[in-house]
């Protein structure tokens, strides 16, 4: 169905692109078509509805869908601002594509070291695109499937509340080996953030004296104004085609939810005039994204997107993307829970313990901070135990305790302990412990790769079904990006997929349409049949 708007909106085109190699892969089929733009494509979507009758039974019945996609092939020039640009996400991945741009070695005590994307699903990962004549598996790099942007080739700026050069706060965050830090530390030092906005009640106290770097004044109007200009000023000032905003800053509290100040695009917009309290810095991010047309991002936990905000960007078209890195403990329990389920074995407790002693954990010492952490953290395995009601009664769930505490000295080197209690068989019991180890920063600063890289793409695919007179953008919530995300937001009435496994299909399978290619499966019936 076509969504609202869709008559009055225009997909941009990009003006020029940055630079691209070709793509090697070329899908022969009637269903695709290559112009000197785009990739066209034809897709059958097939879907089962199901159908649940007074006694009980269900009657499944197969349909089809047909979707016309459309993808414009040229790579544009692409900004990415980050919010928290000089924290310790923002300087490891500053770091890292200067480190792959001018193609620095560095020494460790294991050796040599060179720079690589690894944790990067788009810039890590193969996918399996067919079989041979013989039967044999053929593997692709997943950004080869559609022509996607080139991490190195990101122009890189942002704002942050401390007004330390990135140069120096590398050095603060001390997650890079120092011989790395050393020779990138005058390029680094070039490198300065923009003002940012500061509200002191939406942050922990700790973070106080970090903040001189200041938008000034009150105005919450002002602010978002401000942060719009510096949106339209880095996108001149570097010739971009495109932005995009991720938020990497501090973890917020959340957002009260009021009727009549951000229930509705209106009051949300009357509530920024008015510089209410329960505006949050994020939300003003948003805010000014939103109506400049850049895709904008979430990577903490906090309630950024309020209701009028998700309102004001499916009115203006807008991209929006969120909530919470999804890095380490929480991306293994996405995958582990599914496992378990998935295998009929009952995790009837999970708890998961953390410690860390970056500025992340420092900021996550307050309690309303931590809550938002908290509630991002708990509701991952949601989806997983509603899917079986073998092992769930309705309203049941696992016991779920989720502990976070600051220890300063293990800076950010990450230690998280999780235990998962089972029911098996018989009334047996099995207890799974793990303990991770990992330096959070380099997990987390890939994810950011990955969302620019899909949240980008995403502006340029368009779909059509048979009933619209024209193409049109997806859904202003990418909820594509959920591989990414702890808690991803999904377009308002539809389910949330937490299970990992199902959100990397989802990846790969969209992608696979628009080139005119069915969903992957693994039956191999081509091996398993009489030959």
């Known amino acids: 169905m076509a969504p609202p708007h869709a008559e009055e909106f225009t997909a941009v085109s990009a003006s020029a692109g940055a630079s691209q190699k070709p793509n090697v892969l070329k899908v022969t089929s009637p269903n695709v078509e290559y112009t000197d733009s785009h990739i066209l494509s034809k897709y059958v979507y097939a879907n089962t509805i199901v159908k649940k009758q007074a006694d009980g039974s269900l009657i499944a019945e197969p349909v089809e869908q047909v979707y016309h996609f459309k993808t414009e092939t040229k790579v544009p020039r692409v900004g990415l601002m980050m919010v928290g640009w000089g924290g310790n996400n923002g300087t490891t991945l500053t770091a890292s594509i200067l480190a792959h741009r001018n193609n620095v ?44 942007v080139n991490p190195t080739d990101l122009v890189l700026g942002g704002w942050d509340i401390s007004g330390m050069d990135l140069g120096a706060a590398m050095e603060r965050a001390a997650v890079l080996d120092w011989d790395i830090q ?59 085609d495109k932005v995009v905003v991720v938020w990497t800053a501090n973890t917020e509290r959340y957002a009260e939810i009021l009727p009549g100040v951000n229930d509705t695009a209106e009051n949300f917009l009357a509530a920024v005039a008015s510089s209410h309290d329960e505006v949050a810095p994020s939300s003003i991010f948003a805010l000014a994204c939103i109506e400049e047309g850049v895709p904008f991002i979430n990577g903490s936990p906090q309630n950024t997107f309020v209701p009028g905000l998700i309102q004001l960007a499916e009115r203006q078209r807008a991209f929006i993307g969120g909530d919470d890195f999804k890095s380490g403990q929480t991306k293994f329990k996405s995958a582990i829970v599914d496992f378990l389920v998935n295998a009929g074995i009952k995790p009837v407790a999970i708890t998961s313990y953390n410690h860390l002693g970056n500025n992340d954990g420092k900021n996550l010492s307050s309690h309303k901070q931590f809550r938002s952490k908290e509630i991002s953290k708990s509701t991952v395995v949601d989806d997983m135990v509603a899917a079986n009601s073998i092992l769930y009664k309705e309203g049941e769930h696992p016991d779920h305790t989720v502990v976070i505490k600051y220890v300063p000295s293990v800076g950010d080197s990450k230690r998280a302990l999780d235990e998962y209690e089972c029911d098996i068989f018989m009334g047996g019991r099995q207890s799974i412990s793990v303990y991770n180890i990992c330096e959070d ?51 308002p009435g539809t389910p949330v997929v937490n299970a990992l496994s199902r959100q990397r299909a989802a990846i790969e399978n969209i992608m696979r349409a628009c080139i005119g290619l069915a969903p992957n499966n693994d039956m191999g019936l081509e091996h398993k049949i009489w030959k």
């Not at 990962?125 to 041979?132: A, E, M, N, P, Q």
């Not at 005058?186 to 004296?209: C, R, T, V």
């Not at 004044?217 to 570097?238: E, S």
């Not at 009933?467 to 999904?490: D, G, Q, R």
């Open 441 to 491: 920063s380099f997990l987390a600063s890939p994810l950011i790769i990955d969302l620019v890289v899909l949240g980008e793409l995403l502006t340029r695919v368009q779909y059509k079904t048979g009933e619209m007179a024209k193409f049109s953008s997806f859904h202003s919530v990418m909820s594509l990006l959920s591989y990414m995300l702890k808690a991803p937001m999904v377009s």
């Open 105 to 148: 070695t560095w020494r460790t005590k294991s050796g040599e070291q060179k720079p690589n994307y690894w944790g990067s699903v788009t810039q890590a990962s193969t996918v399996r695109l067919g079989v041979t004549p013989e039967g044999e598996d053929v593997y692709v790099p997943l950004n080869k499937l559609l022509p996607t």
């Open 182 to 240: 050393r020779q990138l530390r005058k390029e680094m030092s070039s490198l300065k953030p923009l003002p940012s906005i500061y509200y002191p009640d939406f942050i922990a106290a700790n973070q106080s004296d970090r903040a001189d770097n200041l938008i000034p004044g009150d105005d919450k109007r002002k602010h978002c104004d401000q942060i719009r200009k510096d949106i339209r000023d880095f996108k001149a000032a570097n010739q971009l």
